[in-house]
């Protein structure tokens, strides 16, 4: 299954957008009076989230919802992000606003995680584990070299609180 990071921009009209862990659109959809089985539905069409990202500094109590449904990690930006950010993180690929919402709080995520993503893929490839499920790890607040053991043994770590 492939892992995701999703941006929710929920509301009368809701947006939900995936990204794969390369940071590439896997999905972008609209729904009108869309309720929390609609944004379940979308995702889990498309894979399975390991992070839920809003637009917001506080986020939208459906955003922390579906973070703990699927027991993603939930990314806030640290200030609210404008207008002007979101064109420039979604300069096309939207068919609407709530779209481009959704898809720059995906993207701001994403960067968020970017630089442990590379690292994490470069170690994977270097001990041949499946990089998709240590990029997952990682952002799941595991080590880099926790997740690449893990990866590369095929074991399924349990994670002790």
Not at 31 to 41: M, N, S
Not at 119 to 125: I, P, T
Not at 133 to 143: D, E, F, G, L, R
């Amino acid at each position: 299954m492939k892992h995701l990071i999703v941006g929710i921009d929920p509301g009368k009209t809701a947006a939900v957008a995936c990204l794969d862990l390369d940071g590439n659109v896997a999905k972008l959809a609209t729904g009108r009076f869309a309720g929390l089985q609609w944004f379940v539905d979308e995702i889990t069409k498309t894979g399975s989230p390991v992070v839920i990202a809003g637009d917001k500094r506080r986020p939208d109590s459906l955003v922390e919802k579906l973070a703990s449904i699927f027991d993603a990690a939930l990314f806030v930006p640290s200030t609210d992000i404008s207008v002007e950010k979101k064109k420039g993180l979604t300069a096309h690929g939207f068919a609407n606003l709530h779209e481009r919402d959704a898809l720059a709080a995906a993207r701001t995520a994403y960067r968020a995680y970017a630089g442990k993503l590379r690292q994490a893929e470069r170690l994977a490839m270097r001990s041949n584990a499946e990089s998709e499920h240590v990029k997952a790890m990682v952002i799941k607040k595991y080590s880099v070299h926790e997740a690449v053991t893990n990866g590369a043994s095929g074991r399924r770590l349990v994670r002790r609180a």
